[in-house]
């Protein structure tokens, strides 16, 4: 499913590179996709903020040049299947996660995470799936504490875990009456939901 959403969006990426780079110098800085933004992503703009894609733009950056070449303006629309964006998506989350910055997350910061649980802080059967979560398909050397290598495996798309985990989530966050089960009603109702999911990770790192 991965691979072939990559052989959908990559050409789709480097068609659209070609239409933000207005003066054809083969690279395209913040202000010329800032420009374009709005009429290219118009559904974007229903899930990122204009600080969040300034945020990805960097993150693409590989070089630190401030300017995105074709290879990287790839990246940037598919962040988290291009490994050295995927690897700082990351470290910044397990910095966000990790309160007493000693490079580890440990269950409790995981499960209590402010950022993360501005809605739902005092929700324990979030919590209860949370460190169920954490325990059964993140800390998969069960040291109770999750590393770099965990948090990057865990955001990976092409993972084992990764898909089990959205579809759970998702399950929670539609499943309006507890049933365990979608009805056709509870779909359309949160279909913006599902949509928006498909673009936006679940745990935002606040950098910026």
């Known amino acids: 499913m991965v691979d072939s959403h990559l052989k959908e969006s990559v050409p789709g990426a480097k068609a659209e590179f070609r239409s933000v780079d207005t003066n054809r110098d083969r690279i ?45 303006y790839v990246a940037f629309k598919n962040p988290m299947t291009t490994s050295y964006v995927l690897h700082r998506i ?11 910055k000693d490079k580890l997350v440990s269950m ?8 993360s649980r501005v809605d739902d802080k005092d929700d324990k059967e979030i919590s209860t799936l949370r460190a169920m979560e ?12 999750l590393d770099l290598k ?7 798309p092409r993972g084992s875990n990764f898909i089990m985990n959205e579809a759970r ?15 056709l ?21 606040n950098s910026r």
């Not at 409790?108 to 950022?115: G, K, L, M, N, W």
């Not at 998969?140 to 504490?145: G, I, Q, V």
């Not at 965990?150 to 990976?156: F, P, R």
């Open 28 to 72: 395209v800085v913040w202000d010329e996709y800032r420009v374009v933004m709005k009429s290219l992503h118009k559904n974007d703009e229903h899930v990122y903020t204009e600080q969040e894609q300034k945020h990805k733009f960097r993150q693409a950056d590989e070089n630190g040049d401030n300017v995105l070449n074709q290879l990287e």
């Open 169 to 183: 989530h998702m399950m929670h966050e539609s499943d309006l009456n507890k049933d365990r089960k979608l009805s």
């Open 150 to 156: 965990e948090m990057k495996d865990y955001l990976d």
């Open 108 to 115: 409790d910061e995981f499960v209590h995470h402010e950022a």
């Open 134 to 145: 954490f325990k059964g398909a993140i800390d998969t050397n069960d040291d109770s504490f």
């Open 90 to 100: 990351a470290n910044e989350l397990l910095d966000d996660f990790d309160t007493d």
């Open 185 to 205: 009603s509870e779909v359309k109702e949160n279909y913006l939901h599902f949509q928006n999911h498909k673009q936006k990770p679940r745990y935002q790192s």
